[in-house]
Structures are given as structure tokens and as C-alpha cells.
């Protein structure tokens, strides 16, 4: 499975924007970039994916880098609530083999 | 609609136990994953379904680990003779198919003592 490298921890001020980053410079031409999170004793729960083109929906923003080696995560204005570890996966969404594979993920810390 | 429902929520049993896992998806949805999550670490892949085959179980530690879908639908997770080191949370997802997004539950947290 291709691997990501992700920071191990974040912090940010409530209100402001967070950019997640997300290396992933082994990726094959069929990997998705996937991210989920996972609130304190929560499963995870989906936030975003993309493939070539930057995406965007009402959770988030996913910019992905040209040569697509590496993602980042954009939340627009962090709140309390987005305090998670966040993940960034990639998945061949093409083929037969469509687990996902979690690595430790980046802690980001929300302050008031 | 309902998610994905995990029972029992918390499990304690004593080390050399039978224990059963049980994942309800949400109605449906084709693929159901299980994974496991110990403190600090992201989850880890046990076994994934498509209907009611087992599609890749690689992540299986060993034979005491076994999990079924009989009938396309709920799953079960079993582990025999549980050891110490089983203890984590297990969680369970399911997608429409096998290339959208997952729903995981709750997790059923397992305790052998």
C-alpha cells in the first residue's frame, strides 16, 4: 500500500483557517487522496477525497499538488468541535482492493 | 437514517474466553470492514466483505480471528481463546460499494483481564 507521512501534531486558534498537510510522494496514478477524522471516542468519520483536482465541500477544502505528491487539508475556520486526528489515505478507488489503510494520523489541538 | 450500530458498546471477559462481535450496517451497503484500535494508534485493518465473501482478510492476526456475513447484511466478529493483547477497540464500517466513502460505528471496546 502507498504510505503517507503526515506531522504528528497541529495546533490552531479557534476561528482561524488550518492547512493539514500530507505527503504522499509514492502514490500510484489510480490512488485517491482520502482523508478522514476521528473526534475523542468516536469512529472515523469521512471528510474529503479527491484524485487530481482540488475539491471542495462543506466539511472542507482538499488542494492537491500538481505532481500530486503531496495533499493538504483546509479548514476554514476551525472550531472547537474539529479538534480530531486527522487522517490522509490513499486508495486505488479502481480496483478490487478498497481497504483503507490508517496510518497515526496528525492531533490537531483547537484553542479557544 | 440509522449508521452503523456496534453491540455490546463495552466487553469484559477473562483471558481463554470465546467472545462475539456484532456490526449492523447501514441498510444497503454492500462492503463491511473491520478494523482494530489500540490507545494511541490509528485503526488496523482486519477483514473486509463484499456481500457476503470474505474479499480480503489479510489482516487477520492469526486463526483465533474469524468473521462472517451470512447473509450479505450483519456481520460477526469471533475470537477464541482471547489473550490480553486482543484487548482494543473494534471497529466495524460499511460502504454502498467498494469505492465510496465508509461509515464506521462506535466500536465495541474489549477488555480481557
Known amino acids: 500500500d502507498a504510505k503517507t507521512t503526515q506531522p504528528n501534531s497541529m495546533e490552531s486558534n479557534e476561528e482561524e483557517p488550518v492547512h493539514l498537510p500530507c505527503n504522499h510522494s509514492?502514490?500510484?496514478?489510480?490512488?485517491?487522496i482520502h482523508w478522514y477524522r476521528q473526534l475523542p471516542s468516536q469512529g472515523p468519520e469521512y471528510v474529503i477525497h479527491g484524485l487530481t483536482s482540488n475539491v471542495n465541500n462543506r466539511m472542507a477544502s482538499l488542494a492537491i499538488a500538481e505532481d500530486r505528491k503531496s495533499s493538504t487539508l483546509i479548514l476554514h475556520r476551525a472550531t472547537l468541535r474539529d479538534a480530531a486526528v486527522y487522517y490522509c489515505?490513499?486508495?486505488?478507488?479502481?480496483?478490487?482492493?478498497?481497504?483503507?489503510?490508517f496510518g497515526k494520523g496528525i492531533t490537531l489541538s483547537v484553542r479557544p | 437514517g440509522a449508521g452503523v450500530s456496534q453491540t455490546p458498546s463495552n466487553k469484559v471477559t477473562e483471558k481463554g474466553k470465546y467472545v462475539e462481535l456484532r456490526c449492523d450496517p447501514i441498510s444497503g451497503h454492500t462492503a463491511l470492514y473491520w478494523y482494530r484500535q489500540s490507545l494511541g494508534q490509528g485503526p488496523e485493518f482486519l477483514i473486509y466483505?463484499?456481500?457476503?465473501?470474505?474479499?480480503?482478510d489479510s489482516g487477520l492476526p492469526n486463526d483465533r480471528f474469524f468473521a462472517v456475513r451470512p447473509e450479505g447484511s450483519v456481520s460477526t466478529l469471533k475470537i477464541q481463546r482471547t489473550e490480553r493483547g486482543d484487548s482494543a477497540v473494534y471497529l466495524c464500517?460499511?460502504?454502498?460499494?467498494?469505492?465510496?466513502?465508509?461509515?464506521f460505528g462506535q466500536g465495541t471496546r474489549l477488555t480481557v483481564v
Open positions: 489515505i490513499l486508495r486505488d478507488d479502481t480496483g478490487a482492493n478498497s481497504k483503507l489503510t
Open positions: 509514492t502514490i500510484s496514478g489510480t490512488d485517491y
Open positions: 466483505f463484499q456481500g457476503t465473501g470474505a474479499a480480503d
Open positions: 464500517a460499511s460502504s454502498y460499494s467498494l469505492s465510496t466513502e465508509a461509515f
